[in-house]
């Protein structure tokens, strides 16, 4: 089946591993390609310059997508994928270092021990202030975890291998999910419910107008003395008030997380790593093998999956050519596209269409070619967004 060249348009350093899954023969890939097919995304923040029209897709090398206008994209029918679950592992081992530096007041010990300097008293001084360094051990305590996504999931499992006692809250979680996550990590019946039961708070989820400051005063109320929060999700998760009262009244123990806040900056309660969550070779290696291959699917075939603001869609290939439809969730869509297509004297090969939140997306094959006219007649039905053909 001959291909068009697709232009892929880079954004930041992709794993090497990930690019070598596009053929040299069928991609271009560069950083400064004009009018390009897709958009290859890290941590570059893309709501600063416009994206050229010919987008059809943008892939994000990692789980969040803030970094990325998922509306405007999703108006113009462009999907936005991501890679969940490519960097959980990574996650979920700073996570636990997370706990092991607050429990042992491990930061503050080596503090300590970069300051000695060499000497006669060296040994003594040790053994004189090691005291203040001690800490608790992690085994018996109560881990309470809000999502169990890929991430949450490894951390409920991993904690309840370090002897912990594990609650987990997520009312949206997934069978996949649940086939992943330990049978001995109890379910909590409400966010409060988990926060006043919990030595330690580990959020998972991704931030939005319904988690943004999830942990509130009211959590803060509920929560017991000297909690050890930690933050490996997004900086917001956590209402910053709430977490500067509760760091003052040492409600709060102890604030690990990943994302170092001015107004902490030197806080004794709070341990503060520079964005290391995803920060390891083999995550990076996987979040981009994973999204170069989801987004091939989706240029060559037209296959969506792991997209953040598309239904998953897939089908196998019939017919001489495949229509890719995305628009507006609204009825009788399909009917319309049907009438389009039947007034062509177009018989419809196979079809699947699926559907999310407002966006539709319908693949349709088709028995003969398709002509400028089918397309521009498609495109002209109220309620469409983008429409893509795919020769072979």
Known sequence: MEQALFKIQTLNNIS???LDRLPANLYRVANDVAE?????VRSADMHKSPIATSVKAVARAGAGVNNIPVGDLSARGVPVFNAPGANANAVKELV???MLLAARNLADALGFVGELKAGHDLHDRVEAEKKRFVGSELSGKTLGVVGLGAIGVKVANAAYALGMRVLGFDPHMTVEG??????EVAKAGSLNELFAASDYISFHVPLNDRTRGIFGAQALASARQGVVLLNFAREGIVDPATLRDGLASGRIGRYVSDFPDADLLGNPRVIALPHLGASTGEAEENCAVMVVDQLRDFLEHGNIRHSVNFPETRM???GSARICIANQNRPNMIGQLSNVLGEAGVNIAQMHNASRADIAYTLVDVDSPVTASLVSA???IDGILSVR????
């Open 389 to 392: 053909v795919i020769e072979g």
């Open 178 to 183: 649940a086939w992943q996550l330990s049978s």
């Open 378 to 380: 498609i495109d002209a």
């Open 96 to 98: 636990v270092a997370g």
């Open 16 to 18: 090497r591993n990930g």
């Open 316 to 318: 196998a290939r019939s």
């Open 36 to 40: 390009p097919d897709a958009v290859l």
